[in-house]
């Protein structure tokens, strides 16, 4: 039977003392503090395959992989026993005064295999973040090096997501991210994103999708001929954008944005945070969309969040200039390319081989996932557009079907249903009221058949809550 948000059940002792502990002493990521102090948080204690356990027992069905993250499951035996035996023999050393250590370069090469052509130097951080704030350094310094100074400008795109440093923060196109800090920095610019679903409520009228994202890089080469190419540094994207709400771009987009970073001479940043190894089919998302990256950003499924890590990799054009400086190249950071780290996203790259779990995402299991979250979601009266890719799928929750027309602000459509799914075992991620799912690449026919079922519940009841039948 549905579960419906009811009053707050009796907690073990172990439960409230965390709760307090946390409310003390932790202040949590994207979240109004005191807000959550109040409800009372959430305390994951064990996970094992797709599934979650809280601190009271309940079991929770991962349909975003933690962080779009978890691409082999929670509980790999492989994983874990390489990084035990990794801290057993090297729990850590830097890669300063000379040094380095086997996991890292084992990793880097095996990394220069799988990338796109030419990408055969990589760069190690601990985030996505950090990826993508030094990837903004080194395409500076690129630039620099090559006598061109002036070009500091860093083209990205509405809705889009890089990160939470200073610089990643100005770079992402989610505005609620600036103003608490005071961003964005200077030297930061945005093209509108390729979103055809909202193009209607844009102002653009019944346009296509083919047409749309024409127009979409139209609008893009006109901000960089009045920023003034000569000024551009680069353009930096995600293959598909994840934490604006899952934005899928038109066929015509892609050819066309890598046309115009060729002709302006702008170097292109593809930020493969939430769309590499696996997620969309295809190692890395540049390949389905035939990009040709100077710069790519990676990390979530380098080693299946088991540890924190992450990479940049440099296409020929930048690799050759940096790596050929007659300078010291002044950056790094602590734990770039820590051994633990390393060894555990080696054994986490093996395991996605050995297995075939990037195959079967692209030729049975996302196929599969693809074509059921359109059967049961696209006749749905609450849900205006159902898109997806690989084993990455959103349904945007609508007031009105055929005028393509969310909910006004204040109504909460998609915070109305993850509050419907964490009561009903379901962890479905909401951006504004766009839901979201990325399950493990591990999860079978029968465990789809499940999440889709629960989405569908939470699905229902949302549309109960705002009176939509």
Known sequence: ?????????????????????????????????????????????????????????????????????????????????????????????????????????ELAAKLAKLLPEGHTRVLFANS?????????????????????????????????????????SSLSGLTPMHGQWDLPLSGFSKAPAPYWYGAKAAGYGDIGEDEFGVLMAREMEKTIREIGPDRIASFSAEPVQGAGGLIIPPPTYWPEVSRLCKKYDILLHADEVITGFGRTGEWFGSTI????????????????????????????????????????????????????????????????????????????????????????????????????????????????????????RGKNAGLICRDHCFENGLVMRAIRDTMVLSPPLIISEAEVEKMLSKARLCIDLTAADLGVV
């Open 128 to 168: 996505g973040s950090e990826a993508n704030d030094t990837g903004l350094k080194l395409i500076r310094y690129y630039w620099n090096l090559k006598g061109k100074p002036e070009k500091k400008i860093h083209l990205s795109r509405t809705l889009s997501y890089h990160g939470v440093t200073m610089a990643t």
């Open 289 to 408: 969309f035939d990009l040709e990256p100077d710069i790519i950003a990676m990390a979530k499924g380098l080693s299946s969040g088991y540890q924190p890590i992450s990479a940049l990799s440099l296409g020929a054009r930048m690799g050759e200039t940096i790596a050929g400086a007659d300078e010291e190249l002044v950056h790094g950071y602590t734990y770039s390319g820590h051994p633990v780290a390393s060894a555990v996203a080696l054994k986490n790259i093996e395991v996605l081989e050995r297995d075939g779990i990037v195959k079967r995402v692209k030729k049975t299991i996302g196929p599969y996932f693809q074509r059921r979250v359109r059967e049961i979601f696209s006749n749905h009266p609450l849900i205006g557009e159902v898109r997806g890719l690989g084993l990455l799928a959103a349904m945007e929750l609508v007031e009105d079907k055929i005028a393509r027309r969310g909910f006004p």
């Open 1 to 105: 039977m549905p579960t419906r948000k009811t009053s707050t059940p009796k907690l073990s002792a172990r439960t409230k003392r965390w709760r307090k502990l946390d409310a003390l002493h932790h202040i949590h990521p994207f979240t109004q503090t005191e807000l959550l102090n109040r409800e009372g948080v959430r305390i994951i204690t064990r996970a094992k395959g797709i599934y979650l356990w809280d601190s009271e027992g309940k079991k929770l069905l991962d349909g975003m992989a933690g962080l779009w993250c978890v691409q082999v499951g929670y509980g790999n035996k492989d994983l874990a026993q390489a990084g035990c035996e990794a801290l057993r023999i090297l729990p850590y050393y830097n890669h300063f005064f000379k040094t380095t250590n086997p996991w890292t370069v």
